[in-house]
């Protein structure tokens, strides 16, 4: 391999990366962006990569995708940024009225924000002062599961199980009611006991619909959680459905709680809310919610948050464009085509492969748990040597992640997983 390039010393120099090494990073070799197109992505020296992880499951339809990139020079022309404190702007109204129209909220309010933990982060306090504004006392607890993630600022991360190298925040973390993930075959019954126990001080319980996907893509069936959502309404606890990964196609339908019939009390969104185009996040509350919060003016009634960049103006517009993108390009029914397709490859190909121990997928999100021999981790290696072969992939720990952008081609699909076979061919040979 070649020693690093001038832009990855310059990239270690100036720029710390999240979840990164940076003693290593530079001999990790990194790939250096300058453009995109389409599906695939450019490196300074003009090397192209297939996206296969929609850089870190944000983007939806590619990159440069001419109605998005006009949508946001129209918006340039008119506003880039005005603040949601207390005014309001066109385009956001647009974008919520459209989004009020699909999303599996009863009469939704949308509070923007632009990180997906920020949406959690306001769901949390959001449900702490609704009881509170009801004058209902002792709800302060939230229930979430194992395996969880929901973000990295401190109140996501309690709700998260911990885990990526971030138990050493452990003091910082407030306590939660912690029951079995979706690796558990009894999570469902062990969360319905918990909650039944403990409903009157619960102010929560949150949950990541279908997939849990930073854990290596743990899936649930639909069934349960319609289960789980039916315990929650029944005992009269606020359902949080952290739709931050799934939401916006991921998963086949436009939102994972549609194929469980959840409709929650308090709905996150982030990630490909902008198809992967500019930081926007968003939390839905329903109306009996939201209406907690009426009061006088100025009264503590009212919800005392609200972030700077909430309410882009320009994520906005990209957001609204790519809403009615989903139809225009029949998305949905490319990812039931190409996540059968996924599927069968993976479970032909992969699945049969020593050095792979399971398949996990639902929609366009699928993980390849690796069995390296004790002592050794494959993760690493062998999405290197897929970077290697021109397709980007990135592993959780042991599992290869594969989230391929929401319009990905026949071709394509059969790609990815050809270069994967040869990568674990690879490294499995040593
Ligand atoms: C990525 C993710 C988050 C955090 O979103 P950020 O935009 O990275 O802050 C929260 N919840 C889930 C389920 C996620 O996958």
């Known amino acids: 391999m070649n020693p690093p390039t001038s832009w990855v010393r310059r990239d270690a120099a100036v720029v710390w990366h999240g979840f990164t090494q940076m003693s290593s990073y530079e001999t990790n070799f990194p790939v250096i962006v ?23 499951w944000v983007n939806t339809m590619g990159h440069r995708v001419p109605e998005l990139d006009a949508a946001l020079r129209e918006q340039l022309d ?36 632009a990180d997906g933990a920020a949406a959690v982060e306001q769901a949390l306090k959001i449900a702490f002062q609704h009881w509170v504004n009801l004058g209902v006392k002792g709800r302060r ?12 600022t ?44 403990h409903a009157h001080e619960l102010a929560a319980v949150v949950i ?13 069936l639909p069934d349960d959680l319609r289960t789980l959502g039916r315990a929650c309404r029944d005992l009269g606890v606020l359902l949080i459905c952290d739709e931050v990964a799934t939401g916006f196609g991921r998963t086949g339908s436009l939102f994972a709680s549609e194929q469980c019939g959840l409709r929650p009390d308090l709905l996150c969104l982030g990630k490909g809310i902008t198809a992967g185009y500019l930081p926007m996040s968003a939390t839905v509350a329903a109306g009996h919610v939201f209406a907690s919060f009426l009061g006088p003016d100025l009264s503590e009634k009212t919800f005392y948050h609200g972030h700077s960049y909430g309410g882009n103006a320009l994520a906005a517009a990209v957001a609204l464009r790519h809403l009615a993108l989903f139809e225009e390009k029949g998305v949905l029914d490319n990812v039931a085509l190409r996540s059968a397709q996924l599927r069968s490859e993976l479970s032909g190909r992969v699945q049969t492969l020593s050095g792979v121990s399971a398949i996990r997928q ?26 290697r072969r021109g397709v980007l992939l990135r592993p959780l720990g042991e599992v290869v992640t594969i989230v391929p952008p929401l319009t ?3 071709e394509e699909v059969d790609r990815i997983v050809a270069v994967l076979v040869a990568s674990i061919d690879e490294v499995r040979a040593g």
């Open 34 to 56: 300058e453009r995109g197109e389409g599906h695939e992505l450019i490196d300074v020296d003009g090397n192209r990569y297939l996206d296969a992880i929609s850089s870190l």
């Open 78 to 113: 008119r506003v880039a940024h005005t603040t949601m404190l207390g005014n309001g702007n066109r385009v956001v109204i647009e974008l919520a009225e459209a989004l009020a129209v699909v999303v599996p909220v009863d009469q939704p309010h949308f509070l923007f924000a």
């Open 141 to 152: 607890q939230y229930l979430a599961l194992g395996n969880a993630y929901h973000g990295d």
């Open 154 to 197: 401190v109140g996501s991360l309690a709700l998260g199980a911990g885990g990526f190298g971030t138990d050493l925040f452990d003091a910082l973390r407030f306590p939660v009611l912690r029951t079995p993930g979706y690796d558990d075959p009894g999570w469902l019954e062990t969360a319905i006991r918990s909650i039944e126990s």
């Open 208 to 220: 990541e619909p279908l997939v849990q996907g930073a854990a290596g893509m743990l899936t649930a």
């Open 362 to 387: 639902c929609g366009l999100m699928a993980g390849v748990q690796l069995a390296p021999p004790t002592g050794a981790t494959w993760g690493r290696s062998v999405c290197a040597a897929a970077v």
């Open 408 to 410: 990905v081609t026949s």
